[in-house]
């Protein structure tokens, strides 16, 4: 009898961290002036992945929640955050992603494989007053900060040519622009 609760003890032990989740930090010497570190945290559980990338005050965190198809990157520079629709064929699934990581994390390197893929988004306007409907990650992350929907641009862009987009560069993986007026300001 205390051999199988000592035995299912350890197991749980071992097995914990592969369900829940892990936490990866990858130096990111793509960031503007070769600065700045990214995390990227998967919890398999939950169906949640959290980029963290810090680099003074140009810093943000991203979140997504795959179980409600929501995505959401709070830019602490300009105290907002952008919640969008996760576009499954372009950004990697929860899977795909703790792979990559996993994969690069090993080989001690970041990029080298195929170019990461770009996504746009434009800014609505209007300020989200109901957070419920993204999801308790996103309601967590956006919480008390003024929060806009975005929807995502095909093709080329006025935005993009002035310059008027935050980029959110998920380390090799994938680049994020979010332009419009909030971000501009």
């Not at 810090?54 to 602490?76: E, I, K, M, P, Q």
């Not at 992603?97 to 996504?119: H, M, T, Y």
């Not at 919480?143 to 641009?153: D, N, R, S």
Request: aromatic fraction near 10%; hydrophobic fraction near 40%; charged fraction near 20%.
């Amino acid at each position: 009898m205390r051999f199988t609760i000592l035995f299912a003890g350890l197991l749980g032990i071992f097995l914990a961290p592969a369900i829940a989740g892990y936490n990866i930090n990858v130096n990111d010497d793509n960031n503007v002036g070769g600065s700045g570190q990214q995390s990227v945290s998967v919890n398999n559980e939950h169906g949640v992945a959290n980029v963290d990338n810090n680099n003074g005050w140009d810093s943000w965190n991203a979140v997504w929640d795959y179980g409600t198809g929501y995505a959401a990157t709070r830019v602490f520079a300009k105290k907002l955050c952008i919640v969008h629709k996760i576009n499954k064929e372009v950004m990697p699934s929860i899977q795909a992603l703790d792979a990559l990581v996993k994969e690069k994390k090993l080989q001690g390197e970041g990029p080298g494989g195929p170019p990461p893929k770009d996504l746009m988004y434009s800014i609505n306007p209007d300020q989200v007053d109901d957070l419920s409907k993204f999801g308790k990650s996103i309601v967590k992350m956006c919480k008390g900060v003024p929060t806009f929907t975005a929807e995502e641009l095909h093709g080329a862009s006025l935005f993009y040519d002035t310059g008027k987009c935050f980029e959110a560069n998920i380390l090799w993986i994938l680049n994020i622009s979010f332009c419009g007026g909030t971000v501009a300001n």
